[in-house]
């Protein structure tokens, strides 16, 4: 597999297609890459891979789940609804850790409660591929790099009512693939592009013998420019994501609660087959929903469903269970997720481990991903200036 990679990063510098070949690298295994004749590809793939450990226990579901120190990656409008004052979260994952050991991806953010209507955050997400070992198209040395790309965010979140939030992020993206090697004649550069997020979110209790509540949520994140990695004519599409679901939250008793949570995703750039080289960002976008060759049965199958569980006791151990699910045709990701959490006043820690339930070998297949994160309510920040003074 090592060598498969390695081949993959030659071939990327021998063409000088760089986005597109290497988006389902890291995704599966490079034989069968793609799970389809149609799976849709696109650049920077690393902005939609989930950053933290709870969501990823949930089968990567979390646009409408409670808000926590990560809500700004799953749904800006969220953010808002956190009910402490500062925070914040690091997450590490390791990828293809069966294989390689140097290989990861990095999660950083912050944020702080202005007033009980608004919130900001900033966040960082770092993907580390490793070293590689660079050959041109004829074999010859080019020498090693270290591949890596980073995406830095500013989110604001705003209620509207007390039930209801929208939130906006800006994002800048990086992507440094090959570090100025070139070969078969072809410049290569690091790409750049910026990038927005807009979601909204809408949450409220149920009345009933026991407490409860619904939450729903939508989102549209990485609306962008097209990233180069050569010259103005070679131009791919950011990943470009509409994001949608519901959670149900009920507690059995007051120590024990359950919530059920399900999504739905849906790339919004044009599907294999159409000429992606003459298509706008905007008419990307729209037209996603009606350019499947296959027509509306193939257009559902671009459709990823993530479900998942969590359960809590006494708001302090977590367990949670998820599923992930895509079409044969469209990636062929199916997975089972499985985790736990645990919180104690300003800290809490989660963990995530994943499971392919279709043969089919996965880069975080037998990983385990960590979060350390830290929320402190207002309380505390009034109590720690009174003993200062």
Known sequence: ???????????????????????????????????????????????????????????????????????????????????????????????????VNDMSISYLSGFYKITHEQAVAVSMKYFDLGDIFFKDGNGGDLGDYNPREFAFDLTYSRLLTENLSLGVAARYIHSNLTGGFSGSGVDAKAGKSVAADIGIYYTKSLRGAKSSSLSFGATITNIGGKISYTDADNKDFLPTNLRFGGVYRTELDPYNSLTFLLDFNKLLVPSPGSDRDS??????IFGSFSDAPGGAKEEFQEF???????????????GRIGYFNESKNKGNRKYMTFGAGFRKNKFGIDIAYLVPVNKREHPLAETIRFTLLFQINETDLDRDESVTD
């Not at 969501?55 to 979390?62: E, K, S």
């Not at 409408?64 to 409008?77: E, K």
């Not at 298509?279 to 990307?284: H, K, R």
């Open 304 to 318: 990823v469903m993530n479900t998942g569980l969590e359960y809590w006791y006494r708001d302090v151990f977590a």
């Open 1 to 99: 597999m090592v060598m498969k990679l390695k081949a993959v990063f030659l071939l990327i510098v021998a063409v000088g297609s760089y986005s597109q070949s290497y988006s389902f690298t890291y995704m599966q295994d490079t034989t069968n890459v793609l799970g389809g004749d149609n799976a849709i590809t696109t650049a920077v793939p690393f902005l939609t891979i989930s950053p933290d450990a709870r969501h990823a226990a949930l089968g990567d579901a979390g646009v409408a789940s409670s808000a926590d120190a990560n809500a700004a990656y799953w749904n800006v409008a969220k953010l808002v609804f956190i009910d402490k004052k500062i925070g914040g979260t690091i997450s590490y994952t390791p990828w293809l850790g069966k294989i």
């Open 279 to 284: 298509v706008s960002i905007l008419s990307g």
